[in-house]
């Protein structure tokens, strides 16, 4: 089954504290991206990725790191979090363009920073 | 800059009523639009985009240039259309930015 799955899907920490969330696809596709989703924001791109060792920052990549060592993984690494970077943040993962892209989410990870 | 904006935070319609979400943008390019949704405890999914012109669930959007406009339209609402639809827009070419409206949170009621 064609799919994208992040851990945690739940996580409470204090400020300061590095974490990574993690993202994976088995569907090798080449672009993968994280969004942060914040109530009357909408979703807001931090970063993506077009291939592996190609990164790019999104519209919020402030506070924020990734890597992209291998297609299938695109960790999110917040070395120091603050509160507000408390939210509910996705990965997705898509492939091709025009006609054939498909484009998959991940189930989220909701993230409270104290 | 490119720029998505939603400007209906809540749209409410009864059963059987025509919905119509509007979508602005501003690009400076040829853009790519994309309408999607994300029910109740369920994953953000694609609901269409610009250039397959095709209708999902009963839904159509057209891409006007000259308003900048990408509405979502559905002639006749259902209960299981209830949900929340984010508009985006991403740049032509090898451009993989995605840029997404604030949400327009959809009630169809009985």
């Known amino acids: 089954e064609a799919q994208v799955t992040q851990n945690p899907r739940y996580l409470i920490t204090v400020t300061g504290k590095k974490l990574t969330v993690t993202c994976s696809q088995n569907?090798?596709?080449?672009?993968m991206s994280w969004y942060r989703q914040d109530p009357g924001l909408g979703l807001r791109q931090i970063y993506y990725?077009?291939?592996?060792?190609?990164?790019d920052k999104g519209d919020v990549p402030e506070g924020y790191k990734v890597s992209r060592k291998e297609k299938r993984n695109f960790p999110l690494i917040l070395e120091s979090p603050s509160p507000n970077q408390t939210s509910l943040y996705f990965c997705?993962?898509?492939?091709?363009?025009?006609?054939?892209?498909?484009?998959?989410f991940g189930p989220g990870t909701r993230l409270l920073v104290l | 800059a490119q720029r998505v904006t939603q400007p209906e935070k809540l749209l409410s319609v009864f059963k059987g009523a025509p919905v119509e979400l509007k979508c602005n943008y501003s690009?400076?390019?040829?853009?790519?639009l994309f309408w999607y949704v994300q029910y109740s405890r369920q994953r953000l999914q694609l609901l269409l985009r610009?250039?397959s012109r095709e209708s999902i669930k009963g839904f159509t959007a057209d891409l006007n240039k000259g308003e900048t406009s990408f509405h979502l339209k559905k002639p006749f609402a259902q209960e299981e259309d209830s949900a929340m639809y984010y508009c985006?827009?991403?740049?032509?070419?090898?451009?993989?930015?995605?840029?997404f409206g604030a949400g327009t949170t959809v009630t169809v009621r009985a």
């Open positions: 997705a993962s898509n492939s091709g363009r025009g006609l054939q892209e498909t484009q998959y």
């Open positions: 569907m090798n596709h080449e672009y």
């Open positions: 990725s077009m291939n592996v060792e190609v990164t």
């Open positions: 690009y400076s390019g040829s853009p790519e």
């Open positions: 610009h250039i």
């Open positions: 985006a827009l991403r740049g032509g070419s090898n451009d993989y930015k995605l840029s």
